[in-house]
T-cell receptor, first 113, second 115 residues
Framework: DQQVKQNSPSLSVQEGRISILNCDYTNSMFDYFLWYKKYPAEGPTFLISISSIKDKNEDGRFTVFLNKSAKHLSLHIVPSQPGDSAVYFCAASETSGTYKYIFGTGTRLKVLA | NAGVMQNPRHLVRRRGQEARLRCSPMKGHSHVYWYRQLPEEGLKFMVYLQKENIIDESGMPKERFSAEFPKEGPSILRIQQVVRGDSAAYFC?????????????FGDGTRLSIL
């Protein structure tokens, strides 16, 4: 049972445009959500997170939106840069639990110069 | 480098041997998590430890796998009698003590290959 889903395995975007990566979840107990970026042969790097009490969190070029009623979150990258090319994972957890993360399967973003 | 340190980066074992993966958390972090990633999949939670305690091992296979985080030294993920299906990337993460709203920071992983 995949509790966190990233339905787009890949995405290509022109440099300078907006990249939108999507994530859906099924467990209504999740209340903390994160996005990680991963390059080949490296570990995931934390990008941005959002608590369920918010619907938006912004950090520089990265903004995460949370729609609790739809159980959907998205990551917006504006403007996209070639260095953003990587695999992006969304993750979710229950902060009342043991803080383990449930990860999606990832979206491979390619930013074209 | 004050990040999460994992070693070895690559480990090759023959079927039936033991594999030991080490993880030193970030300075000041007392929570350690182990995840496994199979090719083309996301990371799957295995076990969550604090110093000298296993808090949640619900994602770890009941047989052949064990984990520890001793008072002194790194956390160890141990796989006994390895099989081909154990081939994967194993990632360790750490976080600061406190609430769940602390992001976990990951090491670069150990890539385990079983011959």
């Amino acid at each position: 049972d995949q509790q966190v889903k990233q339905n787009s395995p890949s995405l290509s975007v022109q440099e300078g445009r907006i990249s939108i990566l999507n994530c859906d979840y099924t467990n209504s107990m999740f209340d903390y959500f994160l996005w990680y970026k991963k390059y080949p042969a490296e570990g995931p790097t934390f990008l941005i997170s959002i608590s369920s009490i918010k619907d938006k969190n912004e950090d520089g070029r990265f903004t995460v939106f949370l729609n609790k009623s739809a159980k959907h979150l998205s990551l917006h990258i504006v403007p996209s840069q070639p260095g953003d090319s990587a695999v992006y994972f969304c993750a979710a957890s229950e902060t009342s639990g043991t803080y383990k993360y449930i990860f999606g399967t990832g979206t491979r973003l390619k930013v074209l110069a | 480098n004050a990040g999460v340190m994992q070693n070895p980066r690559h480990l090759v074992r023959r079927r039936g041997q033991e594999a030991r993966l080490r993880c030193s958390p970030m300075k000041g972090h007392s929570h350690v998590y182990w995840y496994r990633q199979l090719p083309e999949e996301g990371l799957k939670f295995m076990v969550y430890l604090q110093k000298e305690n296993i808090i949640d091992e619900s994602g770890m296979p009941k047989e052949r796998f064990s984990a520890e985080f001793p008072k002194e030294g790194p956390s160890i993920l141990r796989i006994q009698q390895v099989v081909r299906g154990d081939s994967a990337a194993y990632f360790c993460a750490s976080s600061a003590a406190g609430t769940g709203n602390q992001p976990q920071h990951f090491g670069d992983g150990t890539r385990l290959s079983i011959l």
